[in-house]
């Protein structure tokens, strides 16, 4: 690993870190405003696929987080971007909400899959239809393959079960886009012109927040709130920099200990 250096970036990640649905995080929005005090610049990485980057940022805006919108990386924005390389017509697995995200890109017999959060669309038939598209050749995109995430009635199967079956059943390997992966949080850092040695990652989830981070070179904070479960940080391997309570003791750290 390569040595820190001074910090300089701050990701950020959003559904069970900032907020939980329509609900801030107590001390949420006053953490954001002394870390954004300080010399770092901040960003907010998310893998969220239930709702469009401009209904997020009015969720965020409602729950008076003062963030832009050139400030979001999304997981949707890397899949557009994947589809736009590859030149391909996606079967569209995600939330109607999220559908602004992908307009003008063609969906008319669609010759990839592409997977998010889609809990309306996960029934037999849909999953039959993009199952025989696999088997015909259709590459597998899914935007992220987190196992669960939390909603306000408690915890949810996530994207990631269904990608899997997918991939069991067509005996092929989904190219993620989303966290983990070592090229989103690379890409979310490219418009801060900083390197991973000089940022951290605040998350809700171990694996995908956390470890994903810290295996991209930065230091990684988990936050028991949204997802996080007891023992969470003895899941991955090297540990979290930093296991805490929630976004604002994450902050007080951060102020006291690598500023």
């Given amino acids: 690993m390569a040595a820190r250096r001074a910090l300089k970036a701050v990701l950020v990640d959003l ?13 949420a929005q006053e953490a954001l405003k002394r870390l954004r005090g300080t010399s770092v610049i901040v960003r907010f990485v998310t893998n969220t696929t239930k709702e469009s980057k401009q209904d997020l940022l009015e969720r965020l805006r409602k729950l008076e987080f003062d963030i832009s919108e050139d400030e979001i990386f999304t997981s949707l924005t890397a899949a557009r971007s994947l589809l ?3 030149q391909v017509r996606p079967m569209l697995l995600v939330d109607d909400r999220a559908l602004p995200d992908f307009k003008g890109i063609k969906t008319s017999d ?9 809990p309306e ?8 239809q993009a199952f025989r598209l696999l088997l015909d050749g259709a590459p597998l995109i899914a935007i992220h393959k987190a ?3 939390k909603r306000k009635d408690g915890l949810a199967l996530g994207p ?3 990608v899997t079956a997918l991939e069991y059943a067509t005996d092929t390997k ?3 886009v989303g966290k983990p992966e070592k090229t989103f949080f690379l890409e979310a850092l490219r418009s801060t012109g900083c390197e991973p040695e000089e940022a951290v990652m605040i998350g809700d989830d171990c694996r995908d927040d956390v470890g994903g981070a810290q295996d991209a070179g930065m230091l990684g904070i988990l936050v028991k709130t949204g997802k996080y479960r007891a023992a969470d940080e003895e899941k991955i391997n090297p540990p979290p920099y930093l296991t805490c309570e929630s976004f604002p003791h994450a902050v007080d750290h951060i102020l006291q200990h690598l500023l």
């Fill in 174 to 176: 989904a190219t993620v």
């Fill in 110 to 118: 669609p010759n990839a899959v592409v997977i998010g959060l889609a």
């Fill in 121 to 128: 669309h996960f029934h037999y038939q849909i999953l039959n």
């Fill in 15 to 27: 559904s069970g870190t900032l907020h939980i649905e329509d609900a801030a995080v107590p001390g």
């Fill in 84 to 86: 736009e390389q590859k």
């Fill in 160 to 162: 990631g079960p269904f």
């Fill in 147 to 149: 196992r669960y995430y």
